[in-house]
């Protein structure tokens, strides 16, 4: 059964930094685009972050734009959220998730494959 493990989140100071990984357990990892989605509570899960299944290509929210970062180590079957310069407004649970195509995709409806999540949690 193919998942995704998510690891790294936690409490941070705002303007801190944290590192997310999510693992998958499948050979085929690197044929897929991934991406990173979060909820707060009371809100609808949103779009973070994404990666071509090369990692040649990413994209961002613009709420995010400029302080996180995507990568992804195909050897490893590893993708990764760095995240610098934390608000409080980002505080979420954030969710490690497998596309369906190669390529870059921004809605929840693109993704058939997640993970059980990790909380971050930023003080202000």
């Known amino acids: 059964q193919v998942q995704l493990v998510e690891s790294g989140g936690g409490l941070v100071q705002a303007g801190g930094s944290l590192i997310l990984s999510c693992g998958a357990s499948?050979?085929?990892?690197?044929?897929?685009?991934m991406g990173w989605f979060r909820q707060a509570p009371g809100k609808e899960r949103e779009f973070v972050a994404a990666i071509s299944w090369n990692g040649a290509t990413t994209y961002y929210a613009d709420s995010v734009k400029g302080r996180f970062t995507i990568s992804r180590d195909n050897g490893r079957n590893t993708v990764v959220l760095q995240m610098n310069s934390l608000k409080a407004d980002d505080t979420a649970v954030y969710y490690c998730?497998?596309?369906?195509?190669?390529?870059?995709?921004?809605?929840?409806?693109?993704?058939?494959?997640w993970g059980q999540g990790t909380q971050v949690t930023v003080s202000s």
């Open positions: 499948e050979r085929t990892f690197n044929t897929y685009g």
């Open positions: 998730a497998r596309g369906i195509t190669a390529g870059i995709s921004t809605t929840r409806f693109q993704y058939n494959l």
